[in-house]
């Protein structure tokens, strides 16, 4: 049996089989039990709370306990030494506030996973960039990295869907790429309806630069009995979609999280295609 808390224990195999939200879930909820002084924070307050994911800032339940409590070392566990704050319970958990949890995440965090987590709390919280930026004032004032968490702020955006396309809009801020409008609408011919992009970028002479993000699941339905006829019929309307776009005088690209991850080549690429250029982020890649 594999040890992953102090009376925590789950079979390798089982464990291994996991994904990864689920291991985070279930040990925090294993050491809720065990531990009822744990107060969870950063990224797994984050995930319990449904404001971020960003699978690589998920590798260990982060947790909070008292000074006086032993402190065995686990592979599946983070302990921060931060300040609490206030909690809130959630269920079996004990949690610092979605506030404090994102503030946290946002001080301690490169800013490509950060702003993931500022931009979930504006869109599942109804939280405003000044009303993150005053809690951070007045309650985080001092505290190692706040500098950086309020430079992350800045770029808040509720209207982001989700952490992927967070993370790809932090990539254009890095690269020196202008900062796209989001959920960008185009009016279809005949007001029937419009077609929506991830990012867009007006140009000067009134047409639009349009950017969509895929990953697997973009052509997948899981309503539909098979999976792959499904796919290839989404597919096949997404090429039409691009086909009327362009039609209409707008540009479409499409890009994969993964070509991100180069920053100075994804700057390259987006300049190629014409949008436009800032002054890069000020922050280590």
Partial sequence: MLRLYNHVYADP????????????????????VVEPDAVFCGSTAALLYGIGSAYTLLDKVQVLLPRSTRRDTYEFVEYKRWRVGEVWRLGLFTLTDPYRTVVDIARTSAFRYALGYVDGLAREYDVE???????????????????RAFDVFEHMDGRSDNGGESEARAAMILAGVAAPELQVEITRPGNAGYYLADYGWQM?????????????????DEAQNDPEQAAAKTYRAALMRDANLRAMGHNVIHFKLSDTYDVESFGAMMRGYGIPTTKPYAESR
């Fill in 129 to 147: 960039r000044e009303e993150l930026r005053a809690y951070a004032q007045a309650n985080c004032r001092g505290l190692h990295g706040i500098a």
């Fill in 204 to 220: 000067p002479g009134g047409s639009w630069t349009l950017a969509e993000l895929h990953g697997l699941g973009k052509f997948e």
């Fill in 13 to 32: 195999v089982y464990w291994n089989n996991l994904g990864v939200e689920d291991r985070i879930f279930q040990l925090a909820s294993a050491i809720a």
